[in-house]
């Protein structure tokens, strides 16, 4: 059986462009208050919409580690990324979906730091997307 090449990568890569997402930051504000999510302290989510990023990803979240903040003088934050492509194909309902996925990524003491996917205790990752989703369907 004849195989078929992979057309070779361009070594020419394209810049990732970001711009503020305003639309995006609304949408958070929204979910966070129609869902009580008092946690997450949304004048420290910043969002952002990316163009050209090589990810499969439909949005990632950051966040400003302890460290950063110290040697930042900062408080705590977190920048939301959505991928233009691949997001905002997405319907409204989808893309509520990937923004509660993301936000469920921010610890309760809003710390900085992130949640991995990987803790499978009680209070875990899953456990408070699940939640988030339920509480999002009900409204």
């Known amino acids: 059986m004849r195989r ?5 990568k361009s070594t020419k890569s394209r810049a990732i462009n970001w711009e503020t997402a305003s639309d995006i930051k ?5 979910l966070t208050k129609l869902l009580n999510l008092d946690n997450i302290q949304t004048s ?11 990810t499969r990803a439909y949005a990632r979240i950051w966040g400003l580690p302890r460290l950063w903040q110290m040697a930042l003088g900062s408080k ?3 920048i939301l990324e959505v991928i233009s492509e691949r997001f905002d194909k997405l319907p409204p309902r989808e893309q509520h979906k ?9 610890p309760k003491n809003f710390s900085g730091s992130l949640l991995p996917h990987t803790h499978r205790r009680k209070g875990s990752f899953h ?4 939640q988030m989703l339920l509480a999002y369907d009900k409204r």
């Open 44 to 54: 420290r989510v910043f969002c952002f919409r990316s163009q050209n990023a090589n």
């Open 98 to 106: 990937v923004l509660l996925h993301e936000l469920a990524h921010i």
């Open 26 to 30: 609304k949408e958070i504000a929204l």
């Open 4 to 8: 078929l090449k992979r057309a070779p």
């Open 76 to 78: 705590p934050a977190y």
């Open 127 to 130: 456990d408070k997307l699940q």
